[in-house]
């Protein structure tokens, strides 16, 4: 069993629905609502920090689960989660160069961590205005990807099973979600189930779906159209049958 903690993000349950497709089980806990000590009596399998709107220190038990539970337990940080992991270890957040919120960027990795075996590089979803500071990096962390102009898009610990991706893999417009998430299962032991439709067929027939719908849209609303110019033109033609009926005769 897996315990996904919920930083009050709308993409949590995208990221429940990728690791369910993977196989994995999920028990969901706001930040909030479960302590420390009663995740660690779980005896989880892995752990996985969301996204959330706001920073570490305002991410309910974060920062103290990553303390008392990544040395011995596999945990992901996604997003804020891995912005946690960054400062839990001593990194820094700060303001992101620019506001990232429904960028694509590509990055590239270094082939570690949970980026073993995918691509050199490859299209990734950004929804974030915070960073890890890259110069503040204590000396156990390492950098396993990044964007072209050097931002930290990947960290993982030397020795701990901690890995963290300040992009969002469960994005439909992140290419190799999947396959990341699969390797972190791994990396925590588990057997994750492989999908037989790559992603970029996903998006594909996702894109197909939205071109239909929007067809389909359109289509209805032509014919609302052309309805509606009916009814026009029968008003139209009821009114001038109604002025004509209307106009005084010519007296005898």
Do not use: W
């Not at 960073?131 to 898009?153: F, K, Q, Y």
């Not at 030397?158 to 290419?175: L, Y």
């Not at 719908?213 to 309805?227: T, V």
Request: charged share 25%; glycine share 6%; aromatic share 4%.
């Amino acid at each position: 069993m897996l315990i996904l903690i919920d930083n009050y993000d709308s993409f949590t349950y995208n990221l429940v629905h990728y690791l369910g497709e993977l196989g994995a089980a999920c028990e969901v806990h706001r930040n909030d609502k479960i302590t420390v000590d009663e995740v660690l009596k779980k005896k989880p399998k892995a752990i996985v920090l969301s996204p959330g709107p706001r920073t570490p220190n305002e991410a309910g038990i974060c920062l103290d689960l990553i303390a008392k539970a990544s040395a011995r337990i596999p945990t992901l940080g996604v997003c804020l989660g891995h912005q946690a992991m960054g400062q839990a270890y001593g990194g820094h957040v700060i303001r992101a160069p620019a506001p990232m919120h429904g960028k694509l960027s590509t990055i590239r990795h270094f082939d570690k961590s949970i980026f073993k075996g995918l691509p050199d590089r490859f299209q990734i979803t950004r929804y974030h205005s915070l960073i890890v500071e890259r110069g503040t990096l204590p000396a156990e962390l390492e950098v396993t990807a990044e964007t072209a102009d050097g931002l930290i898009m990947g960290l993982a610990h030397k020795t701990h099973p901690i890995h963290g991706v300040q992009f969002h893999p469960e994005s439909i417009a992140s290419e190799q979600g999947h396959e990341l998430l699969a390797n972190f299962l791994l990396l925590s032991g588990m057997s994750p189930r492989r999908r037989n439709a790559p992603d970029a067929r996903l998006r594909h027939d996702n894109a197909s779906d939205a071109r239909l719908r929007h067809d389909n849209a359109s289509d209805a609303r032509l014919r609302h159209d052309n309805a509606s110019d009916a009814r026009l033109r029968h008003d139209n033609a009821s009114d001038a049958r109604l002025r004509h009926d209307a106009k005084p005769r010519d007296a005898a």
